[in-house]
């Protein structure tokens, strides 16, 4: 959905004209007009203004999204929230400040591993070792 089409929708979701959304931005109606059919676009201002007053954000004016339209409630849901302790905090942290070291020791691992088999290339390719190719794939 498009600048244009969410202005629509929202300015129809409040009941207003395109006159009443006018007077509430200081502009005119021509502009509201310009702006629903998308022959311009509001400057920074207006959209920060737009935002304030449908209570939505300039993200949600300014992307374009292919998606369903967005549903808005005035309320706050308490129940989607997740209280965290000081001591829960510090538990997660100490559990992560653990893994540290062995996150450290898998992370060289994999980045030094080829090193190992350029290293037996080079000592074959100079005939230091002798390799087969049983010897080589293991």
């Given at each position: 959905?498009?600048?244009?089409?969410?202005l629509?929708?929202?300015?129809?979701?409040?009941?207003?004209?395109?006159?009443?959304?006018?007077?509430?931005?200081?502009?005119?109606?021509?502009?509201?007009?310009?702006?629903?059919?998308?022959?311009?676009?509001?400057?920074l201002?207006?959209?920060?203004?737009?935002s304030?007053?449908?209570?939505?954000?300039?993200?949600y004016?300014?992307?374009?999204?292919?998606?369903?339209?967005?549903?808005?409630?005035?309320?706050?849901?308490?129940?989607?929230?997740?209280?965290?302790?000081?001591e829960?905090?510090?538990?997660?942290?100490?559990?992560?400040?653990?893994?540290?070291?062995?996150?450290?020791?898998?992370?060289?691992?994999?980045?030094?591993?080829?090193l190992?088999?350029?290293?037996?290339?080079?000592?074959?390719?100079?005939?230091?070792?002798e390799?087969t190719?049983?010897?080589?794939?293991?």
């Open positions: 959905m498009i600048f244009a089409d969410k629509i929708q929202l300015r129809k979701r409040e009941g207003w004209s395109q006159e009443d959304l006018a007077a509430k931005l200081n502009v005119s109606r021509q502009s509201v007009s310009k702006w629903e059919g998308a022959t311009s676009v509001p400057d201002d207006k959209i920060m203004k737009l304030e007053i449908f209570s939505v954000t300039t993200d004016l300014l992307k374009d999204s292919m998606g369903e339209t967005i549903e808005y409630s005035d309320t706050y849901d308490s129940s989607q929230t997740c209280t965290v302790t000081v829960e905090a510090n538990e997660y942290m100490d559990l992560v400040n653990r893994l540290v070291p062995i996150r450290s020791i898998f992370i060289a691992s994999y980045v030094l591993s080829p190992t088999l350029i290293l037996l290339s080079i000592l074959t390719d100079c005939g230091v070792i390799l190719e049983e010897q080589a794939a293991a």
